[in-house]
């Protein structure tokens, strides 16, 4: 089975990239980085106030240690991308991208002929 675990590159203020883990979660509605990538790239971490994040196969709300704009592009690919991500502690990936940017960078695409075939009637 597919886990969506792709590899994008992280770059950096002085425009060196490193490449990591990054899995799209269709289901999540936020942009996600573990905390030991902001660490090891130096990034500056910004005040979160925004809610908890509760992971879909928990009841338990995780709050951000806060919030920062990376800048990465897919492997071999050439566009680059910013985006804001909250930071956690997490082990399942190294970035998460969610929802809203899949569907903005094209991951995402709806195919209206499985969906006509699923409302079909007799």
């Known amino acids: 089975m597919e886990d969506f675990t792709r590899y994008i590159m ?4 002085d425009h060196k990239s490193l490449k990591r883990r990054v899995k799209v979660d269709t289901g999540a509605s936020v942009d996600v980085v573990d905390k030991s990538v902001v660490k090891e790239r130096g990034l500056d971490i910004q ?10 196969t928990s009841q338990t709300s995780i709050m951000p240690i806060g919030q920062v704009e990376i800048s990465w592009h897919g492997v071999g690919k050439p566009k680059t991308y910013t985006n804001t991500f909250l930071v956690v502690d997490m082990d399942e990936a190294d ?10 960078i094209g991951l995402l695409s709806f195919n209206h002929e499985i969906l006509h075939l699923g409302l079909a009637t007799p």
């Open 10 to 13: 992280l770059m950096s203020r």
């Open 95 to 104: 970035c998460i991208l969610g929802h809203a940017t899949s569907s903005k």
């Open 47 to 56: 005040n979160y106030s925004g809610p908890g994040l509760v992971p879909f």
